[in-house]
Structures are given as structure tokens and as C-alpha cells.
């Protein structure tokens, strides 16, 4: 199964410390994140817990999935890889002089 957890419709308010407690009631907590906007410091109203086992996080979803907290109900599932995105491409990409569309540099007969 996999003992690391998706724990999505967080309260905005949720930080690591928060998500590590409701979870240790159901066992070992290996670890607690909260996921972070970078530029803003806000939390993204999701995280990922890792239980002590497989045992561990079957019981923390079967507790937790669908409780409301801080009115709102949370989304428990075991935890997927992160599919790879396509790459990007370099430098500022379109809109602002990168690539063929269009844009702020972008030269017309004058």
C-alpha cells in the first residue's frame, strides 16, 4: 500500500506542527509537511504525512478522511509519485519576448 499520505482541504491556517498532531493519534509520524506558496509564505491547503507503516497510515486514513476541521473536510489518500511535467522552456517563455507569439518585444513595420 505505502505508508506516505496525501492530506489535501487543509485549513489555510494548518502548518506542519498542526498536521503531525491530528495524525499521531493513529501512530508514528516519520513526517509532516505542509506544502508553501514560495513567493508568498501561504500554505497551499494541502501536505503529505508519512506514517511508521503501512498499518499505521490505513488507520490514519480511515480516521481522518472526510473529518472537518476548521470547516472544512479532509481528503486522505495514500500518496502518488509526481508525474513528470514536460519541460519548460528557457528564459521568460512567451508573452515578454520569448518565443515566436507575439508579445512585449515583439517588432512590427513601423
Do not use: C, W
Not at 497510515?57 to 476541521?69: D, F, L, M, S
Amino acid at each position: 500500500m505505502g505508508n506516505k499520505l496525501y492530506v489535501g482541504n487543509l485549513p489555510y491556517s494548518f502548518r506542519d506542527q498542526d498536521l503531525q498532531q491530528a495524525f499521531s493519534a493513529f501512530g508514528t509520524v516519520q513526517s509532516a509537511k505542509v506544502m508553501m506558496e514560495r513567493d508568498t509564505g501561504r500554505s497551499k491547503g494541502f501536505g503529505f504525512v508519512e506514517m511508521g507503516s503501512d498499518a499505521e497510515a490505513q488507520a490514519a486514513i480511515q480516521g481522518t478522511h472526510g473529518q472537518n476541521i476548521g470547516g472544512r473536510d479532509l481528503v486522505v489518500n495514500v500518496a502518488r509519485p509526481m508525474e513528470p511535467r514536460p519541460p519548460r522552456s528557457g528564459g521568460f517563455g512567451g508573452g515578454f519576448g520569448g518565443g515566436n507569439g507575439g508579445g512585449y518585444n515583439r517588432r512590427s513595420s513601423y
